[in-house]
Structure formats: structure tokens, C-alpha cells
């Protein structure tokens, strides 16, 4: 199975500041002929489901605020929530999906505020 | 809109079976493979399983397999997990994810229910 490993485990940002998440695998999930990155991530908030953000890596799902956006290519990936609201805490998770039917995800990076 | 409703979890005695089912409402349910995702408590996420769109093809983590059955049943916009020789391990929140696609490959989770919670205890 493919590893992901998200880096920091908890991170606490001050209101209206940058927060940045990091994401390795353990091999790339990048798929040459479509050269898309297999790469999603997710916002779950305290005792709520979770929540699609971005996927192949940068796409941003509909209704996803601009001020969260995803990068990077084969093996690291980087989520950036531009400047920090409150309702922005919660725990995020990377998952790749190039690993067919056999999805992993991050251990999870808990964002708080500052 | 999106809805998926989990029910059926709850607390089991080890080696016991319990089914889940998850109720799916706001979009045409027989187009779309359908997964279930579980999150122990305090920890993060593991897929369990996926169902193609038309119920033919079904796949399993290797935690489960042999023992979890995914099923559907789209004359009723519903999602099922048989769950047999229940461990401690199992003892989980057990949500049903919506897939962007038909049939299961390489693909993310693009909505996802509230869960149910299942408690593997004596």
C-alpha cells in the first residue's frame, strides 16, 4: 500500500494568516499518460463527517471557499488555507487514489487557532 | 441535494453480525459506485469497501475481506454493509461515501454521510 504522511501532526495559525499543511507518499501518485496527480483532501470538523476539498491534487470542489488551495506533484502535495477563519478548525487528511480500490490516507493534521 | 443517511449501528458482542445501511436521496443513486469508509475512535480514516453502480462488482480492503459484505439494493436508493465475525478491531464510525463515478478505480470520496457508530464489546 502506498503511505501517506502528513506533516505537521497539529498546527495553530493566528486569524487572517496563512496555514500549510504537507503531504508526502510513500511513491508517486502521479499518473503520466493523463498526467493528473491522484490526490485528494478533506476537512472534518468536530463530530461532522468529512468533507471534500481538493482533488487531483489542485482541483478545488464547487462551493470550496478560494482561500483553500492544494499543489505539488508525485510524491509531495501541500494544502494552503490562504487566510485563516474560524470556522477553518478541523482536522484535514490527504487520501490518494492512484492505488486502485486500495485508497490511503494521512494520519491527519489537526489545525487550531493561535 | 446530497443526502446519505447511515443506520443499523450499534453495540455487538464479539463474533456477532450486524448490517448497516445507508440511505441515499438527491441523486440518481444507480449511476454511482458507493463506498464505506470507517474511522475508529480518535483516529483517522481507512476505506472499507465499494460497490460498482450497477451492484456487479464489489471490493474490499484487506481488514475486511471475507468477512463484510457490500451490497446495494437501487429500487431503493440503498447502500448495505453485512458485517460478520465482528472484532474489537471493528469498533468504528462507519460512513457511506458517494463516488464521482460508475465503477470503482481510481477515485475520491465526493460526498459522504453522517456515519454510524458500531461498538465491538462483551
Known amino acids: 500500500d502506498i503511505v501517506m504522511t502528513q506533516s505537521p501532526d497539529s498546527l495553530a495559525v493566528s486569524l487572517g494568516e496563512r496555514a500549510t499543511i504537507n503531504c508526502k507518499s510513500s511513491q508517486s501518485v502521479l499518473y503520466s499518460p493523463n498526467n493528473k496527480n491522484y490526490l485528494a483532501w478533506y476537512q472534518q470538523k468536530p463530530g461532522q463527517p468529512p468533507k471534500l476539498l481538493i482533488y487531483w491534487a489542485s482541483t478545488r470542489e464547487s462551493g470550496v471557499p478560494d482561500r483553500f488551495s492544494g499543489s505539488g506533484s508525485g510524491t509531495d502535495f501541500t494544502l494552503t488555507i490562504s487566510s485563516l477563519q474560524a470556522e477553518d478548525v478541523a482536522v484535514y487528511y490527504c487520501?490518494?487514489?492512484?492505488?486502485?480500490?486500495?485508497?490511503?490516507f494521512g494520519q491527519g493534521t489537526k489545525l487550531e487557532i493561535k | 441535494q446530497v443526502q446519505l443517511v447511515e443506520s443499523g449501528g450499534g453495540v455487538v458482542q464479539p463474533g456477532r453480525s450486524l448490517r448497516l445501511s445507508c440511505a441515499a436521496s438527491g441523486f440518481t443513486f444507480s449511476s454511482y459506485a458507493m463506498h464505506w469508509v470507517r474511522q475508529a475512535p480518535g483516529k483517522g480514516l481507512e476505506w472499507v469497501a465499494v460497490?460498482?453502480?450497477?451492484?456487479?462488482?464489489?471490493y474490499y480492503a484487506a481488514s475486511v475481506k471475507g468477512r463484510f459484505t457490500i451490497s446495494r439494493d437501487n429500487s431503493k436508493n440503498t447502500l448495505y454493509l453485512q458485517m460478520d465475525s465482528l472484532t474489537s478491531d471493528d469498533t468504528a464510525v462507519y460512513y457511506c461515501?458517494?463516488?464521482?463515478?460508475?465503477?470503482?478505480?481510481?477515485?475520491?470520496?465526493?460526498?459522504w454521510g453522517q456515519g454510524s457508530l458500531v461498538t465491538v464489546s462483551s
Open positions: 460497490i460498482s453502480y450497477s451492484g456487479e462488482n464489489a
Open positions: 461515501a458517494k463516488s464521482p463515478y460508475g465503477d470503482p478505480g481510481a477515485e475520491y470520496f465526493q460526498y
Open positions: 487520501q490518494q487514489y492512484y492505488t486502485t480500490r486500495q485508497n490511503t
